[in-house]
Structures are given as structure tokens and as C-alpha cells.
RNA sequence: GGAGAGGUGGCCGAGCGGUCGAAGGCAGCUGCCUGCUAAGCAGUUGUAGGGGUAACACUCUACCGGGGGUUCGAAUCCCCCCCUCUCCGCCA
């Protein structure tokens, strides 16, 4: 959520950097709500003043037992502020009514671009800010990871979806190993070498912990919602792990805050018909492990680059070769300010494919789920939030498959991994 | 699922219709004092939203788990809900 003042005072200009995300957003209404709202409580509270100091005098006439006379008087005033009551209550209820409107509104305003993001309209206006690792040649066409998968038994898309339908998986053998190697690896990696403190959230959220992040109001229909029962599966650990200090202040000294944390996540993929419809690349269920970071407003674009290295790291140590694009601001996420993708180089499709989105919220999220810090003898302020995928474990495993895929259809393990595997060095048939 | 207890400021803990944003203690901050990390004395210390200011100051309103109600007036009375704790049962 934007803050309330900032566009009190610069309506115009947030207009213009919302609408460097493609679509205008007219903002007249905010102007409309926020003065009817104070209109509104300016009037309250005045009556509120009134109710409490007369009540005062009927306290203090009823106590001096003297005589009738107070007694009378008392009851004048008695009967006039039934009606400031009667008012007020009245005007209460028109106020919460503005409130809800204003919240409602501003609820479905994402947020503004950093002024560094690059200008664009969709994916094809990202920026590559560097590229890392030379793709291997292959003497033949390299295949893709279903197939290698399926010819090595440890993918079962068949019955995966006699499970569960399209866009499950079931992993068997080396795959299922695999899978949990990648996840322990990574969260060794983040929390012994980057500093971060694993966490293990809940994997089902209130709804308002998706409105702190920023899933909720706007986009219901990618989510699974749990019938009968007030949850939501999540769609990635950023929200419980965001959420995890809703509420609170945080001291200075405590930033930032890093956690690293591993979870399914569940999205319904609305609108994606038709799009990667083979394979793991874009399931309903599948596996991350997710940093987040709690930042100062003065270090955040700092914490951001170190975020997005952090993630990197992983694809260095697995020897995959990789990119990362400064996302433009037609194609960045409503709750992010600037974002990072790190796309993984998959020879058997022939691209780079997403395998992480690194972002810095600022304090959009923060706003939205009351997670503030306490500067140094100074008032509360909201921190910036930022997390990143460290990385998409499926995704991972895809780039496994496909880039080390040897001629004869097995895969050679990398080696920072076998100790996960039992020290297996290639995924055989059998 | 059954039986009890309780939710008050950073923490502990009083208050049980008006003078309560809330005693007291702890912690924190600021002075003073004492030559030595301690103790003592005095003062101070919540959050949000209006108004106001160049910015302070200042001022008003709200907040005692959440939501309703009674009342001129509620932390205090009534109703509903949520959460926590203890005991019993059941269970991964």
C-alpha cells in the first residue's frame, strides 16, 4: 500500500510512475475519499471534545450533593448530549464507512517503480544486467528434462496425474533424492555462508497475511483456498515468512533480518493455459526455498544486490550457467519496487528460464502488514521488505538434468551434491 | 470433545461506572550524587489519526484481546467471538 501523505502531496507525480507499469490509474479518487474522511472526523472529534468535557461537569454536579439547582442543570445538559451521542455514533459509522472505501481503493494500487527500473512494457523491455557460465556444447540435439526424466524412471508424469491431474508430479529414485538434496543444500548454503536463520512456517495462511504481501485483494484466483476453513494454501513462503514480525517493531540493531526457508508452494496458474504444459517447469505444487529480508530504508537496495548474489550463489556452486535481468516496469509484480529474475540456461528448450525473482517491496508490504522498526532514539518507522526465490527447487532440478545430460541418457550429479545423494555420481537407468 | 483459569503500557502487575493513558514495580532514557562495574535521589519514557508548524512546540481524538450493547460518561456493567494456560479424553 502507498503511503497515505506521499500521495496527499504528490498526486500527480504518483500518478505518472504508476503508470509506467502500463495502465493508467486515475487517483482522483483517492483525493475524493481522504477529504471526505478527514471532513468527516474533524467533525467527530469535535463533538467527541464536547462529550467528554460536559460529561465531566455532569460528573462533577452530580458529586457536589448541594442543590437542586446543579440537579436541573445536570439534567439539561443530560438530555442535550443524548443528541451529540446520538450524532456521533451516526458520524462513527460514516467514518468507518470512509475508511473502508479509502483502504478498499488503495488496497488495488501497486506499488511505484524504483527510480532506477528500466522503462518497458513487457518481458522483452528487461535489461540483462550480467550473465555467468558458458552452455555446455552437446554432439547431439540435448533432449529435455521430461524425457530424460521419464528414461530414467525417476519422473512419472502418468501417474502424477492419475494423482492429482495435470501439472503434478511424482518423483521416484535419484529424483526424489535429488529434490531433497537441492532443498538441504540450499538451506546450508544461505544459512551457514550467507547468514541467514532457517525457518519452517506454516504452509496454510489467514487472508490477511495475503493481503500484507499483496496477493490479496487483487489476485484471488491464483490461489488455492481451503473450503470450510478460513485458509489459504500458500503460494510461497514469502508470506508466512514476511508476516512472521507483522505487527511488530523491530530495533535497529536487529537489521536486517534474514531468513531462509523452505516450502511447498501451491498456485493455481490461472491464465496460463497452454504455457509449459510438459514437465516441471510450471506445476500447482512445487517446492522452493524462499530468502527473506527485513531492511533499514537506507539499505535495502544494498540488501537487494546482496539477496540476488546470495540466490546466484546456488546456480555458481551447481556450475549452471545463468543470467540476470533487470526486470522493466511493465513486467515487475504489483507489490515490487524493483526486481531481479535470474533465469537458468536450459539447453534442451534452448532459452533462459526463470529460476528466481529478487525484489525490494520498500515498505509496501510493510504498510499493508504493520512491520516497523525503531530508529535510534527516533519514532517508529515501516521497514523495507525484500525476499528471493534461493532457488526454485524443481526448476533446479530441470537444469540438472538438462545441462549435465550425458549421450548415453544419464546425468552426471554435480559434485557439490553428492554428499546430499549418498555420494552418487550419475543418475543411471535402473 | 469435557472441566476450569485468564487476556491491561517493553515486561510484571493494580484498577472493577466519572478526577484512568491508566497506581506500583522492573527495564530504558536524562540529570544529580558517590573517586573506582554497584547503590541512592529527582525527572522522564506508548501507538495511531486529525488540527497546527518551515520544522519543533502545542492541541484534539482514539486505543486496557476483537466486535456489538447499556449510559451524559466504560478498562470497569451486559452479549457474541477469538486467543492463551491447566486438568481429563482422543490422536500424528
Redesign the pocket.
Known amino acids: 500500500m502507498l503511503d ?1 501523505k506521499y500521495l496527499r502531496e504528490n498526486l500527480a507525480e504518483a500518478e505518472k510512475r504508476l503508470a509506467s507499469r502500463g495502465g493508467a490509474i486515475d487517483l482522483s479518487r483517492f483525493k475524493l475519499l481522504d477529504e471526505k474522511r ?1 471532513e468527516l ?2 467533525e467527530a ?2 463533538l ?2 464536547k ?6 461537569e ?2 462533577k454536579l ?2 457536589s450533593v448541594s442543590g437542586s439547582m446543579e440537579g436541573k442543570e445536570a439534567g439539561e445538559m ?1 438530555a442535550e ?2 443528541g ?2 446520538a450524532r456521533i ?1 451516526s458520524l462513527d459509522e460514516l467514518i ?1 464507512g470512509a475508511e473502508k472505501e479509502l483502504n478498499d481503493f488503495l488496497l488495488f494500487i501497486p506499488n511505484t517503480p524504483h527510480a532506477s527500473v528500466p522503462t518497458g512494457n513487457d518481458a522483452n523491455d528487461n535489461v540483462p544486467v550480467r550473465l555467468w557460465g558458458e552452455p555446455a556444447k552437446f554432439s547431439y540435439p540435448p533432449l529435455e528434462h521430461t524425457e530424460l526424466g521419464g528414461a530414467l524412471g525417476i519422473i512419472d508424469t502418468e501417474r502424477a496425474g492419475k494423482l492429482s491431474g495435470a501439472r503434478f508430479s511424482l518423483l521416484k529414485g535419484a529424483g526424489a533424492r535429488l529434490e531433497r538434496a537441492l532443498i538441504s543444500f540450499m538451506l546450508d548454503l544461505h544459512t551457514a555462508k550467507h547468514g541467514y536463520t532457517e525457518v519452517l512456517p506454516p504452509f496454510m495462511v489467514k487472508a490477511e497475511m495475503l493481503v500484507g504481501t499483496g496477493q490479496l485483494p487483487k489476485f484471488e484466483e491464483d490461489l488455492f483456498k481451503i473450503e470450510g476453513w478460513p485458509s489459504y494454501l500458500i503460494p510461497t513462503a514469502e508470506v508466512p515468512v514476511t508476516n512472521i514480525h507483522r505487527d511488530e ?1 523491530l530495533e535497529e540493531d536487529a537489521l536486517p533480518v534474514c531468513y531462509a526457508a523452505y516450502t511447498p508452494c501451491f498456485r493455481k496458474e490461472a491464465g496460463s493455459y497452454g504455457k509449459d504444459v510438459k514437465g516441471l517447469i510450471r506445476q500447482h505444487q512445487f517446492n522452493k526455498v524462499e530468502l527473506v529480508k527485513f531492511s533499514t530504508p537506507e539499505k535495502s537496495y544494498d540488501e537487494l544486490e546482496k539477496l540476488t548474489s546470495d540466490a546466484e550463489e546456488v546456480l555458481k556452486q551447481l556450475n549452471l550457467p545463468y543470467r540476470v535481468m533487470a526486470l522493466c516496469t511493465g513486467d515487475m509484480g504489483f507489490s515490487s519496487a524493483k526486481t531481479y529474475d535470474i533465469e537458468v540456461w536450459l539447453p534442451g528448450q534452448g532459452k533462459y528460464r526463470e529460476i528466481s525473482s529478487c525484489s525490494n517491496f520498500e515498505d509496501f508490504q510493510a504498510r499493508r502488514a504493520g512491520i ?1 522498526y ?1 530508529p535510534k532514539g527516533g ?2 518507522k515501516f521497514v523495507h521488505t525484500l525476499n528471493g526465490s534461493g532457488l526454485a527447487v524443481g526448476r533446479t532440478l530441470v537444469a540438472i538434468l538438462e545441462n549435465f545430460q550425458q549421450e548415453d541418457g544419464s546425468v552426471i550429479v554435480p559434485d557439490i551434491l553428492r554428499p546430499y545423494m549418498g555420494g552418487m555420481e550419475r543418475i543411471k537407468r535402473g
Open positions: 497515505i478527514r472526523l474533524k472529534e469535535a467527541k471534545e462529550r467528554n468535557s460536559v460529561s465531566l455532569i460528573g452530580k458529586k443530560l448530549m443524548q451529540v451521542s455514533k468507518a517493531i516497523r525503531r519514532k517508529p
